[in-house]
């Protein structure tokens, strides 16, 4: 065991590291108004540079993520909302409101003090239409003994697309993870005048005429850079296969060529996006695992790309819109079906691209003003870190005998007897069993708490 002094240099040393680090900051090819740097409490914080563009409005580039005392750790070159389809229930219309209106220039919405409450407004063209803030989030973790809570930082802005509103939103939480969501509001866009039209449903005082029901198909583009290398980056697609038993195992397959996929809530599909070899245990990662997959829209005779949520493709600047690309550039693919064209990923920038939708059947409320209605994904981040960040390394009484219970349970072999580590069984009274294993948890946690009692009682002399 290390001396007092030693541990409390070895602290002093370690503030001094962690303060000289400083906070995460954006690229110096960034402007310094369109950049953004938050700091989190417990000493986490991301960077990255913003800009406005008149299709996709905010697009996020050079966003890194740096974990307290940390030097900044790339993340993304760039995120941006690639594609807005909505298609109508009738099959009479459909839009590609990004590329046929645009959700940047004369639609954004000016936004007011109100609408970012405790954070920043950041103008865009001359008008406050972007919201920085940083907000409690979800609970961190709870014990039994503990919560703490977590706090994330939100970039949104608003764009009015004839009579929808949405807020496109990125979330970055202070443990990586990554949020990226939209709002659409405002009011219904189109009706028929049939009163008992099949493709949707009349309204309360509004006379001879249906509001139709449609999707929205909202697809990101992703183009994760982790790390210090853009090409070493790693796409798998994992899988619960489930046997005649019941039992799940897990199947993982490494997308090395371009690839266009489909959610399969059966087999639990997810994809995982690693910084180089993903069959290393503390490679960092981020894992996209799809919960919201209920309205998907499939229209595969017109609009063959709708048949798949998630798509790998290598780098390519003209490869911009997921729909009506060539449309802005001739000399490439019109959608992101034919982007995907088996080419290898190996060693190559990746584009990670996906698709969540939502299916709109207009509620008696929507005849004037819509609520909000939310979807999106999260990009949880996975190795950043040695442990669940803010959590001191010291667990209670209730979770380390939970930890020893379920320690003993996990062979299903044992029946009557339960054995610890040295061969031996204790059954406690009443009929509990408990384990050596279990006991010298304890006797650690409670040599633990007493040690740092007399060390923080001995620095506290020391300041003094």
Not at 89 to 108: A, C, E, I, K, R
Not at 349 to 371: A, C, Y
């Amino acid at each position: 065991m290390k001396p007092l002094t030693y541990i409390f240099s070895y602290w002093i040393f370690a503030a001094i590291v962690g303060l000289s680090s400083g906070s995460a900051v954006a690229q110096a090819d960034c402007p310094l108004e369109n950049q953004i740097n938050a700091r989190f409490d417990n000493g986490a914080g991301w960077s990255m540079c913003w800009d406005s563009r008149k299709r996709e409005n905010i697009v996020l580039s050079n966003v890194s993520y740096q974990s307290p005392d940390t030097e900044p750790y790339p993340v993304f070159s760039s995120l941006r909302l690639s594609q807005l389809h909505v298609s109508y229930d009738d099959s009479s219309v459909n839009y590609n409101d990004v590329t046929q209106f645009g959700l940047g220039g004369g639609y954004v919405t000016t936004l007011e003090e109100h609408d970012c409450p405790g954070g920043r407004l950041i103008d865009i063209a001359g008008r406050p239409s972007l919201c920085e803030r940083i907000s409690a989030g979800d609970d961190s973790y709870t014990t039994a003994s503990e919560t703490r809570k977590s706090q994330s930082l939100t970039v949104f802005s608003t764009s009015q697309v004839g009579s929808y509103a949405y807020l496109i939103t990125w979330k970055f939480f202070a443990d990586g993870t990554v949020q990226p969501s939209i709002g659409a509001a405002g009011a219904l866009q189109r009706s028929s005048k049939d009163a008992h039209s099949h493709f949707g449903r009349e309204l309360e005082g509004v006379e001879d005429k249906s509001w139709l029901s449609h999707t929205h198909n909202y697809y990101w583009q992703i183009d994760f850079d982790l790390g210090n290398s853009a090409t070493d980056d790693q796409v798998s697609e994992l899988q619960f296969l489930t046997d005649s038993e019941g039992r799940r195992a897990r199947v993982s397959t490494r997308l090395s060529t371009e690839a266009a996929r489909s959610i399969e809530p059966e087999k639990m599909t997810s994809w995982l996006i690693s910084d180089g070899n993903a069959s290393l245990p503390a490679t960092p990662a981020y894992l996209i695992e799809p919960v919201n997959y209920g309205h998907k829209h499939v229209s595969a005779v017109t609009e063959p790309f709708t048949e798949f949520d998630f798509f790998v493709t290598r780098q390519n600047d003209c490869e911009r819109f997921v729909s009506e690309n060539a449309k802005y550039y001739p000399e490439c693919h019109e959608n992101i079906l034919e982007f995907v064209n088996n080419e290898s990923l190996e060693n190559e920038d990746i584009v990670v691209w996906h698709r969540i939708s939502f299916h709109h059947v207009p509620r008696n409320e929507d005849r004037h003003v819509m609520h909000s209605h939310w979807d999106g994904f999260i990009m949880e981040a996975r190795n950043l870190h040695h442990q669940t960040p803010d959590y001191d390394g010291q667990a209670s009484l209730q979770t380390l005998a939970a930890m020893a219970s379920a320690g003993l349970q996990a062979d299903d072999k044992v029946e009557h007897s339960h054995k610890s580590s040295s061969g031996c069984s204790l059954n406690a009274p009443g009929g509990a069993i408990w384990s050596l294993d279990m006991l010298l948890l304890i006797m650690l946690a409670l040599f633990g708490r007493s040690f740092n009692q007399l060390s923080n009682s001995c620095t506290s002399r020391i300041h003094q």
